[in-house]
C-alpha cells in the first residue's frame, strides 16, 4: 500500500481515469466548474460542500470563487508535492461537483510566471522580494523563485545567464497551460501574428514571440521527470533557459 505522502508524477496523475476533470500545472492539480446560471449562489454551495469533505478527509485545498465558475488547486504543502491524499480530495469534489449538475472545464486552466534574465540572482532578489511582498518559493531556500504568498499574483524567476544579451528583452512570461491544449494554444497565438522562436525543448515548453521580439514560453509538465516531482528544469519550474 503507498504511503499518502508519497510523491505521484504527473504522468500516473494525467493518466488516472478517475482525475479527468483534473490537469497538473506547476506541480499541483488544478480544475475549474463552470456555474453557468447558478451563478454566485452556485458556486458558494460547491465551496461550502468542498470545504466539509476537506475538513474529512483533513486536507485542503485552495479555492477561487468568482461569480460564473469556481477553480479548485491542490497539493500536499507539508511535503511540497502531489500525494494520494491530494488525488483523493480531487476525486471526492469531482464527485460533488457531479451531484450539483457541474461540469469540469481543466482546458481552462492555466499558471503564469515571470522570468527575469539575471547575472546575480541574489543581487536582485531582495529588491524584487521587498518591491513585491513576495517570498522565497522554498522556506529558507534559495532566492530563485519568488512566490506571492497569498498565492494571487504571478510568480518571478531569475533566469541565470552565462554573459549580457544586449537587445534582448530580459523579462519574459512562462504560461503554464494543459498538456493536451498546449499544441493547440501555440497554434492560435501563431495564428495571431506570433513567431515561433524554437520547439526544440517541446512538449516540455515552446518560445514564442510577438511581432515586436517580445517573448513567452508555452510549458507543459511533459517531457521533464514525467516519473516523479521535483526534477523540471527550464522554464514553467523556475529554472533553465528560455
Known amino acids: 500500500m503507498?504511503?499518502?505522502?508519497?510523491p505521484l508524477s504527473a504522468h500516473e496523475l494525467s493518466q488516472d481515469p478517475d482525475l479527468g476533470d483534473w490537469r497538473v500545472l506547476l506541480g499541483k492539480l488544478h480544475t475549474?466548474?463552470?456555474?453557468?446560471?447558478?451563478?454566485?449562489?452556485?458556486?458558494a454551495d460547491l465551496v461550502s460542500r468542498i470545504a466539509a469533505v476537506a475538513?474529512?478527509?483533513?486536507?485542503?485545498?485552495?479555492?477561487?470563487?468568482?461569480?460564473?465558475?469556481?477553480t479548485v488547486t491542490?497539493?500536499?504543502?507539508?511535503?511540497?508535492?502531489?500525494?494520494?491524499r491530494d488525488r483523493r480530495l480531487a476525486v471526492a469534489i469531482s464527485r460533488i461537483a457531479a451531484e450539483l449538475g457541474l461540469a469540469a472545464v481543466?482546458?481552462?486552466?492555466?499558471?503564469?510566471?515571470?522570468?527575469l534574465d539575471v547575472l546575480v540572482a541574489t543581487d536582485v532578489a531582495?529588491?524584487?522580494r521587498a518591491v513585491l511582498g513576495y517570498e522565497p518559493e522554498e522556506e529558507g531556500g534559495e532566492a530563485d523563485c519568488l512566490v506571492d504568498?497569498?498565492?494571487?499574483?504571478?510568480g518571478l524567476w531569475f533566469q541565470q545567464l552565462d554573459e549580457p544579451r544586449p537587445g534582448r528583452n530580459r523579462f519574459h512570461l512562462d504560461l503554464t497551460v494543459p498538456h493536451d491544449v498546449a499544441q493547440d494554444r501555440v497554434q492560435r497565438a501563431l495564428a495571431a501574428g506570433g513567431v515561433l522562436v524554437t520547439d526544440r525543448y517541446a512538449p516540455s515548453w515552446w518560445v514564442l514571440a510577438d511581432a515586436e521580439g517580445n517573448e513567452?514560453?508555452?510549458c507543459t509538465w511533459q517531457g521533464r521527470g514525467e516519473d516523479g516531482p521535483g526534477s523540471a528544469s527550464g522554464p514553467g519550474s523556475g529554472s533553465g533557459q528560455a
Open 55 to 70: 475538513d474529512e478527509l483533513d486536507h485542503h485545498p485552495d479555492v477561487d470563487l468568482r461569480y460564473g465558475h469556481v
Open 149 to 154: 504568498p497569498a498565492a494571487r499574483h504571478a
Open 106 to 115: 481543466p482546458e481552462q486552466v492555466s499558471a503564469l510566471e515571470v522570468g
Open 126 to 128: 531582495p529588491f524584487w
Open 32 to 43: 475549474r466548474f463552470p456555474t453557468g446560471r447558478g451563478g454566485f449562489r452556485l458556486g
Open 74 to 84: 491542490t497539493v500536499s504543502h507539508d511535503v511540497g508535492h502531489l500525494t494520494e
Open 216 to 218: 513567452v514560453c508555452i
Open 2 to 6: 503507498q504511503r499518502p505522502t508519497a
